[in-house]
């Protein structure tokens, strides 16, 4: 069955430090990998999405992601934090490039300290 | 533009009342989905459709129904509002052939 591991409920970094975030899949085949994120009060906003090739992708707000099929990974990284990046970061893994039925993963809400 | 609208955004229910959540979208999109979204559980699909006039159920469609009379509206009904539908819930709509989903501000429902 799909699914999708976020290990870290939240985390709390200090401004400029750099960030990396968790995301594990289960999936039978190469899937289609997204991280999306959420600002209070907000929807989701996709920041990068990978579906095949360089298996490092860069995203919107200078997040990056790196997929490795030998961990069943999609991490999503970045060098330097800035205040406005506190939200909560959902990974997310579809059959398809559109994938009626998105996996989200539990999310993990991001702190951002002075 | 608008992008993906939902209403309302905040509702409180009794045990037992019925309601509507209205989605609206002006960009076009095929396929339109609507997720609930609670504490630890991340998003959970409920019912999608892929066109007009279509609908499927998701992971959790029990309790809701839903309806695409018109490509733009996905309206999300509760018949007999229960406690456990207390969530947030989210719509979200893509076009055939693109994977970004453009998701609604959410509605916070309570239900009491």
């Known amino acids: 069955a799909q699914s999708v591991t976020q290990p870290d409920i939240h985390i709390t970094v200090s401004e400029g430090a750099s960030l990396e975030l968790r995301c594990n899949y289960s999936y039978g085949a190469t899937p289609y990998l997204f991280w999306y994120v959420q600002s209070p009060g907000q929807g989701l906003q996709l920041l990068l999405k990978y579906f095949s090739g360089d298996t490092l992708v860069q995203g919107i707000k200078g997040f990056e992601a790196e997929f490795k099929r030998s961990q069943s990974s999609f991490n999503l990284r970045k060098p330097s934090v800035h205040w406005s990046d506190a939200a909560e970061y959902f990974c997310?893994?579809?059959?398809?490039?559109?994938?009626?039925?998105?996996?989200f993963g539990a999310g993990t809400r991001l702190f951002v300290k002075a | 533009n608008a992008g993906v609208t939902q209403t309302p955004k905040f509702r409180v229910l009794k045990t037992g009342q019925s309601m509507t959540l209205l989605c609206a979208q002006d960009m076009n999109h095929e396929y339109m989905y609507w997720y609930r979204q609670d504490p630890g559980m991340g998003l959970r699909l409920i019912h999608y459709s892929v066109g007009e006039g279509t609908t499927a159920k998701g992971e959790v469609p029990d309790g809701y129904n839903v309806s695409r009379l018109k490509k733009q509206n996905f309206l999300l009904g509760l018949e007999s509002a229960a406690p456990s539908q207390t969530s947030v819930y989210f719509c979200?709509?893509?076009?055939?052939?693109?994977?970004?989903?453009?998701f609604g501000q959410g509605t916070r429902l309570t239900v009491v």
């Open positions: 997310a893994v579809a059959p398809g490039a559109g994938g009626f039925k998105t996996i």
């Open positions: 979200a709509s893509r076009t055939q052939g693109k994977s970004e989903a453009f």
